[in-house]
Nanobody, 118 residues
Framework: VQLQASGGGLVQAGGSLRLSCVAS????????MGWYRQFPGMQRELVATILSDGLTSYEDSVKGRFTISRDNTKNTVWLQMNSLKPEDTAVYYCNDIIRVAVAGYDNWGQGTQVTVSS
């Protein structure tokens, strides 16, 4: 599976960004996708998921601000981020949440940097 995240950048607090992730090399419609973020020196954390059936879930700190969506015809998952805060500054990655749960899995592709200035 190849994963390519994009759409990050520098934005002021209160602003918005829309991240995109294109997956290839697998049947995307069957993938249960997640957006993760990694703060410097920390482990990646899961912030939003969208299952193959479209069911979504969010980490508490992003609920009401972030929206995850997908288009299986484009092999793409998005993360709409509104009301951004400086504490959202991190490198964001997408991945298959089932594969990530397997011990030793380390296929993360290129993340995208999000920087929120105060």
């Amino acid at each position: 599976v190849q994963l390519q995240a994009s759409g990050g950048g520098l934005v002021q607090a209160g602003g918005s960004l829309r991240l995109s992730c294109v997956a290839s090399g697998t049947i995307f419609s069957k993938m249960n996708m997640g957006w993760y973020r990694q703060f410097p020196g920390m482990q990646r954390e899961l912030v939003a998921t969208i299952l193959s059936d479209g069911l979504t879930s969010y980490e508490d700190s992003v609920k009401g601000r972030f929206t995850i969506s997908r288009d299986n015809t484009k092999n793409t998952v998005w993360l709409q981020m509104n009301s951004l805060k400086p504490e959202d500054t991190a490198v964001y990655y997408c991945n298959d949440i089932i594969r990530v749960a397997v011990a030793g899995y380390d296929n993360w592709g290129q993340g995208t940097q999000v920087t929120v200035s105060s």
